[in-house]
């Protein structure tokens, strides 16, 4: 009893994204796969520190 309304809002969510058409921003592909962005990754990459990171990675075999 009240699978009914379940399924069918599975089948909706499911039938919206077969026949949905996702907007593709080309521009921005195109800089992925060119490796280029915008900005400059290897600054946001010195920014970033790994909370799990243990130190020992040079280490490890």
């Known amino acids: 009893m009240g699978r009914g309304r379940a399924k069918a809002k599975q089948t909706k969510v499911a039938r919206e994204l077969k026949y949905s058409v996702p907007t593709t921003d080309?521009?921005?592909l195109q800089r992925e796969l060119s490796g280029k962005s915008s900005n400059d990754s290897h600054e946001?990459?010195?920014r970033y520190e790994d909370p799990y990171d243990?130190?020992?990675d040079d280490y490890r075999r």
């Open 54 to 56: 243990d130190g020992y």
């Open 44 to 46: 946001d990459e010195d």
């Open 26 to 28: 080309f521009d921005a």
